[in-house]
């Protein structure tokens, strides 16, 4: 199962067979969010104590009030806290390569930030960044071991794309709900 850019759809080919409406964490121009909800959602299944919410603004942090991709909640206190990254990339195209140099450094920075906030806040929720890709290895600067980097913040870094991230996500997801 390969996570990326999707193209749009308004639900699920799955929940329009079963007749469900489109959740409402769902945003219209974000299918890697998307996709990541829809897994979110299998691993959780159907709960009255447990609640997905996605697409949250102003979720209060230690300094400042964030927005948050997904927020797993048991009895109303957040359990997982997911920020979710779907960066396009053309490897072979050197006018991107260019022109988006730092764009992933950009994105890391900001949820270094984002997360960093609300780790100081939530101590006892589990937190994750979600990316489709690892850093490239030559074009995008600079080069950080970005997984090191939010491990010393205690939020664990995953690149969904690969099988042994996609399942220490799966694994820990069970073993905190």
């Not at 030559?138 to 913040?153: A, M, Q, T, V, Y």
Request: include cysteine.
């Amino acid at each position: 199962m390969i996570f990326g850019e999707m193209g749009k759809m308004p639900i699920s080919i799955e929940r329009a067979m079963e007749g469900k409406p489109a959740p409402k964490w769902r945003r219209e121009n974000d299918p890697f969010g998307n996709k990541i909800g829809e897994l979110i959602e299998q691993i959780i299944g159907d709960s009255d104590r447990i609640q997905l919410e996605g697409c949250i603004r102003n979720f209060e942090g230690c300094t400042n009030k964030w927005e948050v991709d997904f927020c797993i909640s048991k009895n109303k206190i957040p359990e997982v806290i997911i920020e979710c990254k779907g960066l396009r990339f053309d490897e072979k195209d050197e006018k991107f390569l260019k022109r988006n140099r730092y764009t992933y450094h950009t994105h890391m920075c900001r949820a270094y930030t984002r997360l960093n906030d609300l780790r100081m806040k939530y101590v006892s929720a589990k937190f994750f960044i979600i990316v489709n890709r690892d850093q490239l290895a030559r074009g995008e600067s600079p080069k950080i071991d970005n997984r090191e980097l939010f491990k010393s913040i205690n939020v664990n870094f995953i690149n969904i794309n690969d099988e042994k991230d996609r399942n220490l996500f799966i694994q820990t997801l069970n073993s905190v709900l």
